[in-house]
């Protein structure tokens, strides 16, 4: 059975960090592209970062580069989301999928096989 379980959400002040950390079980990383993604209230779900299992090479929406780092550990299957001087606008539900081959990972376009159940993110200003 596939599974994504994110864990590290929480409450945190304007210019703080928080990581984030998505479990897979069920497959290989290396055979898939993982992404993360955040849906604000009222808001359609948007792509923020996207890690391929194939080659470790990875993207970053505009709104993140330079302050979140995704990052995999191929031992523990797990795929981690590093974001700093977080902002309150970074405010959502965050996600982690899974899509083989990563075309859509690739655009940062929120369509994977597999889903995680979310995990909020509160920055307060």
């Known amino acids: 059975e596939v599974k994504l379980v994110e864990s590290g959400g929480g409450l945190v002040q304007a210019g703080g960090s928080l990581r984030l950390s998505c479990a897979a079980s069920?497959?290989?990383?290396?055979?898939?592209?993982i992404g993360w993604y955040r849906q604000a209230p009222g808001k359609e779900r948007e792509g923020v970062s996207c890690?391929?299992?194939?080659?470790?090479?990875?993207r970053y929406s505009d709104s993140v580069r330079g302050r979140f780092t995704i990052s995999s550990d191929d031992a523990e299957n797990t795929v981690y989301l590093q974001m700093n001087n977080l902002q309150p606008e970074d405010t959502a539900v965050y996600y982690c999928?899974?899509?083989?081959?990563?075309?859509?990972?690739?655009?940062?376009?929120?369509?994977?096989?597999?889903w995680g159940q979310g995990t909020q993110i509160t920055v307060s200003g």
């Open positions: 890690i391929f299992g194939s080659d470790g090479s990875s």
């Open positions: 999928a899974a899509e083989r081959g990563g075309y859509y990972c690739s655009g940062l376009v929120p369509k994977a096989e597999y």
């Open positions: 069920g497959f290989r990383l290396d055979d898939y592209a």
